[in-house]
């Protein structure tokens, strides 16, 4: 049995940015912090990043996503603009929008849908 492989479109991209777009408005009211530019990725190893100025990347596979998986992995992200490590600041972070964030984070890692 041979196994298809999504495409990467343009329309997927859309509809990717769309939702990340809609995610971050609505936890940025939240922190605000100052996001420099948002992409969509077709990444083979990483769900998203943060560079530090300030940019956001995600895979455009977050629109297969459970929704509360997509939100505590664009939170992670956002939060990195606030603390760019994983110290105990930064999961201070994340927990004021995403109390049980470890639970989902296992969740994300135990997904069926894959990068690559």
């Known amino acids: 049995m041979v196994k298809k492989r999504r ?9 990717a940015m769309n939702l990340v777009e809609s995610i971050i408005k609505r ?3 939240f922190y605000n912090f100052k996001i ?3 992409a969509i990725k077709n990444t083979k190893r990483r769900w998203g990043s943060c ?3 300030g940019n956001l990347n995600f895979n455009y596979k977050i629109i297969y996503l459970k929704p509360h998986l997509a ?3 664009i939170v992670h ?3 990195h603009l606030g ?3 994983h110290s105990k600041r930064f ?3 994340v927990s004021q929008t995403i109390p049980n964030y470890a639970k989902i984070n296992l969740e994300l890692r135990k997904t069926n849908i894959k990068l690559i």
């Open 7 to 15: 495409m990467y479109t343009n329309q997927k991209r859309e509809q």
């Open 27 to 29: 936890f940025n009211s």
């Open 36 to 38: 420099n530019r948002v």
């Open 51 to 53: 560079s530090s100025k």
């Open 71 to 73: 939100d505590c992995l």
């Open 77 to 79: 992200e956002l939060c």
């Open 83 to 85: 603390e760019l490590n």
């Open 91 to 93: 999961w201070a972070l």
